[in-house]
């Protein structure tokens, strides 16, 4: 009886670990996703701020160009979690 509390305990703590984990990285890609269409409407700034929105932290950010218009690729983290989104203002 004890043994089947030990790990029936120990999958708990693994099964709330993982669901941590992947909601951070959903969240990160949310807030990924978002500020990569900010940073095409507003620059860095905005970026940055729809980042933040998403409770994300913005890392990186970089503008360049793609045919008639621009791109915009951004880093951003949640926690221990990376995601990166790119958005661009052509079609």
């Known amino acids: ?14 099964i709330v670990r993982v669901s941590r984990h992947l909601t951070q990285r959903a969240l990160a890609q949310t807030a990924a ?12 700034l905005a970026a940055s ?23 915009v690729t951004v880093d951003v983290s949640v926690g221990d979690e990376h995601a990166v989104a790119r ?3 052509g079609p």
């Open 33 to 44: 996703d978002a500020a990569a269409l900010a940073g095409v409407a507003g620059g860095e």
């Open 1 to 14: 009886m004890l043994i089947s509390i030990a790990l029936i305990g120990g999958a708990a703590v693994g």
């Open 87 to 89: 958005a661009s203002s």
């Open 49 to 71: 701020a729809a980042a933040g929105r998403n409770g994300a932290a913005l890392q990186g950010f970089e503008r360049g160009t793609e045919g008639d218009g621009f791109v």
